[in-house]
């Protein structure tokens, strides 16, 4: 059943976020086709469903929570594919615009991985994750060929009609091979709790990681706004011969960041790759923005592609280590909130920049920015490499518990909730004694 429901999940979320990337390689060469087009509201059409999703994903989580699952997920495919339909039927800047904002209301994200967690056992959870994150890559790149393709064959129209009928094989998924029974194990790893909001938004650690994931869909976004048309006219060639370009520079980039990826994580070096990422992404804003050249085009963007590819596996992955224990489920609602919310500020910078000061400006902007994440995430301490884990406290008493947990070694942290028969524990995986620590998590 774990099996089928991680597939299937991962499935669905790919399936949606296919759709919402396959504007990415294209929208600013077939913009100028809709009345009203403007570089801001190209960047807004881009960036738009950032702002909605980043409103919508914490409220609809905790909705979710109340109500279940399923029903909430439903409702935003629904919106989901209300906006595609939108956007598809616009002849206008503008409703494009509100297509997207639709779109971006279906703000699943964070109630899709909450339902991974209802479906699977604590030991099988990172490697289920793991695969939800694996079908976001696969997604991000299929949508960077397709895209090109669809639009040289149907124009923008195509692209969000196929966007609609993603949103319907979602619906498909969720009725027939989601599974329907659910255990629902919720917990304060997986759900939001709003009196944690306040003390996770100050914490240091957790603050640079935000502001990193937020500064890292900016660029994103806010280059698209100009990559595709940088491409067409230094490369010369057609847009839909885009597509090969992506899958070079992509496929390229993800295995160029697979060494630098495990050699962070066996050599606890996540720190230094870190760093050593986001200054080559500012080298390559900042050369883009001060050459015209072809090839070093082509090498900058790869340069980019593989630092951002990197970056977006490693965020995750500290924000777990470090994230005080039992409040994963709020800071990783925070965390996905900065994402969305960088993704629209990208959008509407990226559509001001060029409006303002052209291509190689907008470049120049994205480089100072990157240039401060840099001095930011200079002053971020390496995690250590900690997991949290779910323990059944039973019939013990909570001091008798607290102390008997606390004499093992390899425990960094325990939480307890009065009320609940669980206690989180942080431990580190180097150290932590599983034998000791075994009878609490096999306790009925």
């Known amino acids: ?86 956007a598809a039927t616009a002849d206008s800047a503008i409703a494009v615009v509100i297509g997207r904002a639709l779109q971006g209301m279906g703000a699943i994200a964070s109630t899709l991985m909450a339902l991974v967690t209802d479906l699977t056992a604590e030991q099988n959870r990172t490697k289920a994750m793991a695969s939800i994150g694996g079908s976001i890559g696969i997604s991000f790149a299929l949508a960077m060929v397709l895209g090109p393709v669809v639009a040289s064959n149907f124009g923008m129209a195509g692209i969000f009609w196929l966007t609609a009928l993603m949103g319907l094989i979602g619906v498909v998924i969720i009725f027939n091979f989601v599974p329907k029974t659910i255990s629902m194990r919720q917990n304060r790893e997986t759900q939001t709790d709003l009196q944690q909001l306040g003390y996770l938004l ?40 885009l597509w090969w370009v992506y899958l070079s520079l992509l496929g390229g980039g993800f295995i160029a960041m697979l060494p630098a990826m495990i050699f962070a994580e066996k050599r606890n070096a996540q720190k230094k790759i870190f760093v050593l990422a986001v200054a080559l992404m500012t080298i390559a804003m900042l050369v883009l923005g001060s050459t015209d050249g072809a090839l070093l085009t082509v090498a900058m963007l790869f340069i980019y592609f593989a630092s951002f590819n990197l970056l977006e596996a490693l965020l995750p992955s500290w924000l777990s280590k470090v994230c005080p224990v039992g409040n994963r489920g709020t800071a990783m609602g925070i965390y996905s909130s900065c994402q969305f919310l960088g993704t629209f500020a990208g959008g509407v910078l990226g559509g001001f920049a060029l409006a303002n000061v052209g291509v190689d400006g907008l470049f120049w902007v994205l480089g100072l920015m990157l240039l401060f994440w840099c001095f930011v995430a200079s002053t971020m301490a390496s995690p250590k490499p900690l997991q949290t884990l779910i323990l059944q406290v039973g019939e013990t008493k909570a001091n008798d518990f607290v102390k008997s947990i606390s004499n093992i070694v390899g425990v960094e942290d325990i939480l307890l909730i009065e009320g609940e028969d669980l206690a989180y524990v942080k431990v580190d995986k180097n150290l932590i004694d599983l034998k000791s620590i075994e009878p609490f998590l096999n306790r009925k």
Do not use: C, W
Not at 25 to 32: A, E, G, K, Q, T
């Open 1 to 86: 059943m774990e099996k089928r429901a991680v597939f299937s999940i991962a499935s669905l979320y790919g399936s949606r976020m296919l759709g919402l990337f396959m504007v990415l390689p294209v929208l600013s060469i077939y913009f100028d086709q809709y009345q009203q087009a403007s570089a801001f509201l190209l960047g807004l059409a881009l960036g738009i469903y950032g702002l909605t999703q980043a409103i919508l994903q914490i409220p609809l989580g905790l909705l979710s929570d109340k109500i279940g699952r399923r029903p909430v997920i439903l409702f935003g495919l629904v919106l989901f594919i209300l906006g595609s339909v939108v």
């Open 202 to 241: 100050r914490n240091p650690s957790l603050m640079r990681l935000n502001i990193g994931i937020f500064f890292l869909h900016l660029t994103l976004m806010a280059a698209f706004v100009v990559i595709p048309s940088v491409l067409v006219r230094q490369l010369a060639i057609n847009p839909d011969e």
